[in-house]
Every structure is written in C-alpha cells, then in structure tokens.
C-alpha cells in the first residue's frame, strides 16, 4: 500500500519562505509525475506546480518566481519552496503523485493529506 507523508507547512508572515516536503512509501515499481495543489477556503483545488520524471517543470503564473518545485528519486520525495510568500497563498497544500505500482500496472493517482499555509500581512 502507499502511503504519501507531507510536512512543512505553517503560519509565515508575507515575504517570508516555507519548504513543503512529501514523501512516498509503498511498495512502488515507478513515480511518474509529482505535484502541488492548493485549496484555499471556498476556492476549488488548483495546480501549485508539477514535475515529471524527467524533471520537467511547469508552475502556476501565480507562483512564478516565487515557488520551485523539485524532487529527489532516491528518496520518493517531491518539496515545494516557497518564497516571497503573499497572504492570497494560504490554502492548504496536497500532493499528488502519479505512480505505477507494477511493471504492467496503468498509472494511479495518490493525493497526500494536505498541509495547512497561513501567511499574515
């Protein structure tokens, strides 16, 4: 089974920087893509950033700039750095990692629990 363990989140005031991390356990044969989603109250989820496996990257144009996104395969983690935070960034952060668990398996998608943001001007 995989599970998906993020951490990092917190209360940063505007301009201030956090570091998301979200890491992966499982019995896992491939990590395609991982990424970022936020939610923020009464808002739908939206994408923060992904990268591919092949270190592909692509951003939202809110977070350009400010956000990077990168992972370490050794470790089946994907951070999220976070600078120049602004208080329109609070939500709460999930992480989606698209994996395949067998050689033949079709790729799933697992979200993590989701971290909570809060940045105050």
């Known amino acids: 089974q995989v599970q998906l363990v993020e951490s990092g989140g917190g209360l940063v005031q505007a301009g201030g920087s956090l570091r998301l991390s979200c890491a992966t356990s499982g019995n896992i044969f491939r990590i395609n893509n991982m990424g970022w989603y936020r939610q923020a109250p009464g808002k739908q989820r939206e994408l923060v950033a992904e990268?591919?496996?092949?270190?592909?990257?692509n951003y939202a144009d809110s977070v350009k700039g400010r956000f990077t996104i990168s992972r370490d395969n050794a470790k089946n983690t994907v951070y999220l750095q976070m600078n120049s935070l602004k208080v329109e960034d609070t939500a709460d952060y999930y992480c989606k990692i698209t994996l395949r668990l067998r050689l033949w398996s079709t790729p799933s998608e697992y979200w993590g629990q989701g971290t909570q943001v809060t940045v105050s001007s």
């Open positions: 990268i591919s496996d092949a270190g592909s990257t």
